[in-house]
T-cell receptor
């Protein structure tokens, strides 16, 4: 069973059409939830870290929020350059420092 | 540039050959991770170092794979007797600070086994 589930798998938006991506996790003892952006053929680029329910982080058109069992990445008025795969990862308590990734959401923003 | 550096960026090899990849982490980071990523999937954990100690290995990691991090600096990942199924992007990441510190990735090494 996947510990980190991202939805939708793929999302197509028109430029300016706001939407949200979801990341849910099934384990307890969260020691950090991370969002990354990945462009084709490149390594993931770090965006945000969230540690506790109710926390929010913003960067340009992106806003990440966290509840007890899921996180949302809100994209406001997206532009074509926001097209990428967005990955979510969690790090758990209990001694392991290894981030576990979801499969990602592929976002395409049409002009 | 003080980010994570991986070499080579691309590697094409014949089935059965051995390959080695190198990762230079951010200099002050003591934790280093190797991941593998195939098309349409998220990064899949392979192995983890804290300083020079290899603390965890994925159960999925074949015995053809070996990784080292001598002196707690750069790391190498070797794949022996490559198979077509080894074709993937191999990603290295490093982190420092506390348990919740984020990991920063390199640009990856794209391996193609023909």
């Amino acid at each position: 069973e996947d510990q980190v589930t991202q939805s939708p798998e793929a999302l197509r938006l028109q430029e300016g059409e706001s939407s949200s991506l979801n990341c849910s996790y099934t384990v307890s003892g969260l020691r950090g939830l991370f969002w990354y952006r990945q462009d084709p053929g490149k390594g993931p680029e770090f965006l945000f870290t969230l540690y506790s329910a109710g926390e929010e982080k913003e960067k340009e058109r992106l806003k990440a929020t966290l509840t007890k069992k899921e996180s949302f990445l809100h994209i406001t008025a997206p532009k074509p350059e926001d097209s990428a795969t967005y990955l979510c990862a969690v790090r758990l308590s209990g001694g392991s420092y290894i981030p576990t990734f979801g499969r990602g959401t592929s976002l395409i923003v049409h002009p | 540039d003080t980010g994570v550096s991986q070499n080579p960026r691309h590697k094409i090899t014949k089935r059965g050959q051995n390959v080695t990849f190198r990762c230079d982490p951010i200099s002050e980071h003591n934790r280093l991770y190797w991941y593998r990523q195939t098309l349409g999937q998220g990064p899949e954990f392979l192995t983890y170092f804290q300083n020079e100690a290899q603390l965890e290995k994925s159960r999925l990691l074949s015995d053809r794979f070996s990784a080292e991090r001598p002196k707690g600096s750069f790391s190498t990942l070797e794949i022996q007797r490559t198979e077509q199924g080894d074709s993937a992007m191999y990603l290295c990441a490093s982190s420092g600070g506390g348990a919740g510190a984020e990991a920063f990735f390199g640009q990856g090494t794209r391996l193609t086994v023909v």
